[in-house]
Nanobody, 114 residues
C-alpha cells in the first residue's frame, strides 16, 4: 500500500523559512513533487523533481524554494525561503510511479502571517 507522510508545515512570519518533508513507501517514485492549494483557488504545481534530479519550479517560487530528494529514503524535501503571504496554502506531496500513476499525501498547512 502506498503511503505518503508529509511533515514540516506550520506558521511562519513573512521573510521566514520552512522545510517540508514527504516520506513515501510502497512506491518507486519516478517523479516526486509538491503542489499547493490556497483558499478559494485551484491546486497548483510548486516544484517537481525526477529520479535523476531534474527539477521544475513554478515561476512564483523560483529563487526562493528548492526541491530535493533522497532516493535511498524515498523522501522529497521542499526548502522554502523568503516566504510571503501568497505562499499560504495547503501543500501536498505527489509521487508518480513509472506507469504514470499519481499518489497524493494528505497535505500540510503552511501559514505565512505577521
Amino acid at each position: 500500500q502506498v503511503q505518503l507522510v508529509e511533515s514540516g508545515g506550520g506558521l511562519v512570519q513573512p521573510g521566514g523559512s520552512l522545510r517540508l518533508s514527504c516520506a513515501a513507501s510502497g512506491i518507486i517514485s519516478n517523479i516526486m513533487g509538491w503542489y499547493r492549494q490556497a483558499p478559494g483557488k485551484q491546486r497548483e504545481l510548486v516544484a517537481i523533481i525526477t529520479i535523476l534530479g531534474a527539477t521544475n519550479y513554478a515561476d512564483s517560487v523560483k529563487g526562493r524554494f528548492t526541491i530535493s530528494r533522497d532516493n535511498a529514503k524515498n523522501t522529497v524535501y521542499l526548502q522554502m525561503n523568503n516566504l510571503n503571504s501568497e505562499d499560504t496554502a495547503v501543500y501536498y506531496c505527489n509521487c508518480r510511479n513509472v506507469f504514470g500513476v499519481d499518489y497524493w499525501g494528505k497535505g500540510t498547512l503552511v501559514t505565512v502571517e505577521p
